[in-house]
């Protein structure tokens, strides 16, 4: 049984998101987004006789499966597909771990998964691309739900007044481990030699797979003491489909998790595509295109941690929703300068906004669903609704951002578009209610 406040088990809680965090900053938003582009690029260019300086970012395709297709809607479809997969894994496997007692367990399986994946990313080769995007693919349902049971713990180890501090604490420490990682790879690739980008794939998995042993150690794997019988399989999807019946009687929390699914989807497709963007879309100097998407990137990490530490102490003080309106109000304004802009000091703006908003409406949205819980031990199922909504949202946010670029045939189609997901998200956090209201059973 967790003791709620216990200062070592929040701490190692925490660590998790050190520990976690490199992927989905070094694999997901920095140099592999940069390796793939520059790849893909050259094995085009070779295709066509010229250099792969003389080739237009925006024109280049690959063959994927007989068909040629631009690399950047590969790369969102792979992902989208990935998400379809962790929102139908998530709600089934969370009910057998609320029902055996096992979260742990599950989120150990998909760490593992997502961590060796990404060290498989040092053997991907641009004319096998199909079989390269497995590790992407498989890479994204392990990161995707290990964190599923990760956020199912913070309603057991802190109390409902800390869990801003104590969600804000871990994305803190995530931005702050992801930028050290990054620096460290930087280090390699650029001081050393270009070649050592792929060992960059290795040290995240190392580093994922070696700090998670501390959140491992001290976070309990049974905290209500289950004893599960036999066919745990079929009792855990009837475990999940009574916590269905429970959420479903919920005002307050029904209506957040739908505001939560759009503005969230922006959010996540915003951080998925920018650096696919930006290297397509931004006029950067000759032969800069790296060293500045990195140099955007590191201010968003760094302006994250701050943003993500700034938005709690707001919500402390007006509210988790009032911080979070202001919060997608600024993302609205984001995605319509992005339209517009072309030069890197414009991107570099932008990405400092970006960062302000992005720690922060991401670590009080997970504190406000874990507040807004009503009493159970179910909390594993509660929160793979939470995952299902973020994982459809980013499933439909990434396959729509390929789409509107399919459709224009221009990127910058799809990342305006996007500010529509974070309009529909204000408008519904306005219909969030103070207190939760229960609709009986016979309504």
């Given at each position: 049984m967790i003791v709620k406040g216990d200062k070592k088990i929040i701490r190692g809680w925490v660590t998790y998101d050190w520990a976690n965090s490199v992927y989905n900053l070094v694999v997901s938003s920095a140099i592999f987004p940069i390796f793939y582009e520059a790849s893909t690029r050259a094995v085009y260019a070779k295709s066509i006789g010229v250099s792969a300086d003389k080739v237009d970012p925006g024109k280049v395709t690959v063959d994927f499966f007989g068909y040629q297709v631009s690399p950047s809607v590969i790369y969102s479809l792979v992902l989208s597909l990935g998400f379809l997969c962790v929102s139908f894994l998530s709600p089934l496997l969370s009910g057998i771990a609320d029902y055996t007692g096992s979260k742990k367990k599950f989120m150990k399986f998909f760490c593992y998964l997502g961590s060796l994946s990404c060290a498989s990313l040092y053997f991907f080769d641009p004319n096998q691309i199909e079989l390269g995007m497995l590790s992407i693919f498989f890479g994204t349902i392990g990161f995707w739900n290990s964190l599923v049971f990760y956020n199912a713990f913070l309603p057991e180890i802190a109390e409902p007044r800390d869990h801003d501090r104590v969600s804000a604490s871990g994305f803190i420490a995530g931005y702050i481990g992801a930028t050290l990682l990054l620096v460290i790879c930087l280090a390699l690739i650029m001081g050393i030699d270009n070649?050592?980008?792929?060992?960059?794939?290795?040290?995240?998995?190392?580093?994922?797979?070696?700090?998670?042993?501390?959140?491992?150690?001290?976070?309990?794997?049974?905290?209500?003491?289950?004893?599960?019988?036999?066919?745990y399989i079929w009792k855990g999807f009837r475990e999940l489909k009574k916590v269905f019946l429970?959420?479903?009687?919920?005002?307050?929390?029904?209506?957040?998790?739908?505001?939560?699914?759009?503005?969230?989807?922006?959010?996540?497709?915003?951080?998925?595509?920018?650096?696919?963007f930006a290297s397509k879309e931004i006029e950067w100097p000759e032969n800069s295109n790296k060293s500045g998407l990195i140099i955007a990137i590191l201010l968003?990490?760094?302006?994250?941690?701050?943003?993500?530490?700034?938005?709690?102490?707001?919500?402390?003080?007006?509210?988790?929703?009032?911080?979070?309106?202001?919060?997608?109000?600024?993302?609205?304004?984001?995605?319509?300068?992005?339209?517009?802009?072309?030069?890197?000091?414009?991107?570099y703006t932008l990405a400092a906004f970006v960062g302000l908003?992005?720690?922060?409406?991401?670590?009080?949205?997970?504190?406000?669903?874990?507040?807004?819980?009503?009493?159970?031990?179910?909390?594993?199922?509660y929160f793979s609704f939470y995952d299902v909504a973020e994982k459809i949202g980013m499933v439909i946010g990434t396959a729509f951002f390929a789409l509107m670029e399919f459709l224009f045939d221009d990127i910058r189609f799809s990342i305006i578009s996007v500010a529509m997901f974070f309009v529909f998200g204000l408008i519904f956090l306005f219909f969030v209610p103070k207190e939760e209201r229960i609709i009986a059973p016979n309504h």
């Open positions: 070649s050592y980008t792929k060992v960059s794939f290795l040290l995240v998995a190392v580093w994922w797979i070696g700090f998670a042993q501390i959140t491992y150690r001290v976070l309990p794997n049974n905290v209500y003491g289950k004893k599960p019988e036999k066919d429970e959420f479903r009687q919920t005002v307050r929390l029904k209506r957040f998790l739908v505001s939560f699914f759009f503005f969230n989807t922006g959010v996540q497709t915003v951080m998925l595509m920018a650096t696919v968003i990490q760094l302006v994250g941690a701050l943003g993500a530490k700034i938005t709690s102490i707001i919500a402390r003080k007006t509210g988790n929703i009032n911080a979070l309106i202001g919060s997608v109000s600024i993302w609205i304004i984001i995605c319509v300068f992005a339209f517009f802009i072309r030069t890197p000091n414009e991107f908003v992005m720690g922060g409406v991401q670590a009080i949205a997970r504190s406000t669903y874990s507040k807004y819980l009503p009493e159970t031990t179910d909390h594993a199922s």
